[in-house]
């Protein structure tokens, strides 16, 4: 059946009908290229997504303080609750074996000035783990670190942008900025992949914060950031008994809503990912009806090749040939036009995913890709039916009898 | 070389059957030119292909060159169709986007004769039929008294034991029939068998014994004195 004069046969076959050749081999080069562009569109979307929230660490809880509803222990209800240093020392002690670090956080607005040029920033009192909860990158000079927490230095980070509002293309370092009326001495430039906003803040110690404000202890929020290898349920279950300790210490209800909150990024992270994933389906579902679509046009084509050659197959027949030449020859010459174009369309829509890259980052479409193992077997599928739609069509056109095939004019 | 008992044939056209062949014996010796004759409806083409393999009896014997004829898959027949017989068509029944030489070497390739050989040969062929220089052109580009010279030497390069024409001149006009009779005595005259169905009285003329059928019977077998083509010609 593979002998090299069967495929110079068919070689000729090809050669000698090429709108028919052009026909099955465009059906199946477009599907193919469809597919892979439509999926790797896909991928590239949960791309973007996954950059959106990306920018933080994932394995972190955001607790914050808020008001009372029920009355509870003696405590009326409508009472403010505040967070102190004193419970930022009980999580570490408490939890130390699920967390990795801890940071407060307080933050105000105010007015920035240098020199002539002024602006309003959020200010973000913290400590220095609080680089990492917020996958803050240094691009100049230092972070805050734990000796001017203890020593309650003057100094701040600034974002990228602010340097840019404020000093232009001058150098920030060891200069001094006024924030809300005290002169703090710039130690470091940073970035930060979430966006302007979060590159026009201003980081300073939050020990240095609570001196200013009457030598307070009190602190707006808790980040806690837990063992990565804790896992998802383990952060859950980190994320209840930090509640119950809370509620306990603050005499807070367990029925009250808004007594404290817990902002838990693994389980947000979860249902983003969720939700890319479903994004997901429905693009493969869009690819996969592409694939069908294409199965459907090679089928359509087959049925039309065969009915066209039904007198040629009578005359082969008349000449000798058997059915199952006549069935092989179809087949071979399909799956052959099949196989390189579908291929053809394979590479072309890859290279123009790698050509695309982060050209439709507006579109929210980042580094599309697919991949290779999928394209191949998206192929080999497509090949594998358009044997089986020519199958049908050939078997019928073998068993005809020779003298129906010749009558038919 | 051929044998043929008793052979019956019929047709379903939807609910009545259309009987065409009511019993035919019929013998064909080697190297015999035999025209079948009779209007159309007579049988004749049915007779022709049920001895060509491409159709099938219903009732009877069929014996071709010592081989019983009978209960042949597609397979079968096609094997013995190649190895025992070689057609001419009335509409010719080349393949369009082949080449004179290629379609001349088409039934050889189903008897798996290796590329160089099958181009050797079918030169050869085109060479008797007088047609060597048109090798290379495609059916479109010939005469349709080239195509069907084009059409003989493709049923002899197989070299078959019987050749079987129906009506070959039916499409020519009768310069060009006598040329194609011309060719087709001179096969004869190498000792090839030859069965034409024709309804043409002067084609059947030319060759050595006229079979008449009528109604699905053979009402005349008779053997006559071949009128030569080449004085036509």
Same mark, same amino acid.
């Given at each position: 059946? @593979? ?35 439509? @999926? ?42 505040? @967070? ?58 230092? @972070? ?266 | 070389?051929? !044998? ?18 009511? $019993? ?34 219903? =009732? ?13 898959? !597609? ?10 017989? $070689? ?32 181009? =050797? ?5 085109? =060479?008797?039929? $007088? ?47 006598? !040329? ?54």
């Amino acid at each position: 059946m @593979f002998s090299r004069d069967n495929w110079k046969e068919i070689f000729e076959t090809i050669h000698k009908n090429k709108l028919r050749t052009f026909l099955s081999g465009f059906t199946v080069a477009l599907g193919i290229l469809i597919f892979v562009v439509l @999926f790797g569109m896909g991928n590239g979307l949960v791309n973007t997504f996954e950059e959106f929230f990306g920018d933080d660490a994932t394995n972190v809880l955001y607790v914050f303080p808020g008001r009372t509803t029920v009355p509870y222990k003696g405590y009326k209800s409508n009472r403010t609750i505040e @967070f102190d240093n004193s419970d930022l020392a009980d999580i570490n002690k408490n939890f130390a074996m699920f967390v990795e670090y801890t940071t407060p956080r307080i933050s105000r607005s105010g007015l920035v000035k240098y020199k002539n040029e002024s602006n309003n920033y959020t200010t973000r009192a913290v400590g220095p783990a609080h680089q990492y909860a917020e996958k803050t990158i240094i691009m100049e000079g230092r @972070f805050l670190n734990e000796e001017d927490i203890k020593n309650r230095t003057k100094y701040v980070v600034i974002g990228r942008l602010v340097e840019k509002d404020l000093f232009g293309s001058e150098n920030s370092l060891g200069e001094y900025i006024d924030v809300a009326g005290s002169a703090f001495m710039v130690i470091g430039v940073f970035q930060d992949d979430g966006g302007d906003n979060e590159e026009r803040l201003i980081y300073m110690p939050y020990t240095t914060r609570q001196l200013i404000e009457k030598n307070t202890d009190k602190v707006d929020q808790f980040i806690v950031a837990f063992k990565p290898e804790i896992g998802y349920a383990g952060a859950m279950a980190l994320d209840r008994s930090l509640d119950r300790f809370f509620r306990e210490k603050k005499y807070i209800s367990p029925d009250d809503q808004s007594g404290v909150f817990i902002r838990n990024v693994a389980d947000q992270l979860k249902q983003n990912q969720q939700f890319a994933r479903v994004l997901q389906i429905i693009v493969a579902f869009v690819a996969f009806g592409t694939i069908i679509a294409g199965i459907i046009g090679i089928s359509n084509i087959m049925v039309f090749v065969v009915k066209e050659r039904t007198k040629e197959l009578g005359i082969r027949k008349a000449l000798g040939a058997t059915p199952k030449s006549v069935i092989g020859s179809i087949l071979l010459e399909s799956v052959f036009i099949t196989t390189v174009s579908g291929f053809l369309g394979m590479l072309l829509g890859v290279f123009i995913l790698n050509s695309l890259g982060e050209k439709l980052k507006d579109y929210f479409i980042t580094n599309p890709y697919i991949d290779i193992t999928m394209a191949i077997s998206a192929t080999l599928v497509l090949i594998l039916f358009g044997a089986i739609a020519g199958y049908i069509p050939a078997k019928r056109a073998a068993d005809i009898k020779p003298i129906e095939a010749l009558r038919d004019e | 070389m051929i !044998e043929i008992k008793d052979l019956h044939k019929s047709y379903k056209m939807g609910s009545n059957s259309l009987h065409v062949l009511k $019993g035919i014996n019929f013998s064909v010796e080697e190297g015999e030119l035999v025209a079948i004759m009779g209007s159309s409806g007579s049988g004749k083409s049915t007779l022709l292909n049920i001895l060509g393999m491409l159709d099938v009896l219903d =009732e009877g014997s069929y014996t071709l060159d010592g081989v019983p004829i009978k209960n042949l898959n !597609e397979t079968k027949a096609a094997q013995y169709r190649n190895k025992f017989l $070689g057609f001419v068509f009335q509409s010719f029944n080349l393949i369009n986007y082949k080449s004179a030489m290629e379609n001349v070497a088409l039934p050889l390739y189903y008897q798996k004769v290796g590329r160089k050989e099958r181009q =050797e040969k079918a030169l050869k062929y085109l =060479e008797q039929v $007088g047609l060597r220089e048109w090798a290379d052109h495609l059916p479109s580009e010939l005469s349709g008294g080239q195509k069907q010279r084009v059409a003989i030497a493709r049923a002899m390069a197989a070299e078959p034991k019987v050749l079987l024409a129906d009506e070959p001149t039916g499409a020519l006009d009768s310069t060009t029939s006598y !040329e194609v009779m011309d060719l087709i005595q001179k096969i004869n005259d190498a000792g090839n068998t030859i069965l034409i169905v024709t309804h043409e009285p002067d084609i059947a003329d030319m060759c050595k014994r006229i079979v008449h059928l009528k109604d699905g019977v053979i009402v005349e077998d008779k053997k006559i004195t071949q009128v030569r083509a080449s004085q036509y010609v």
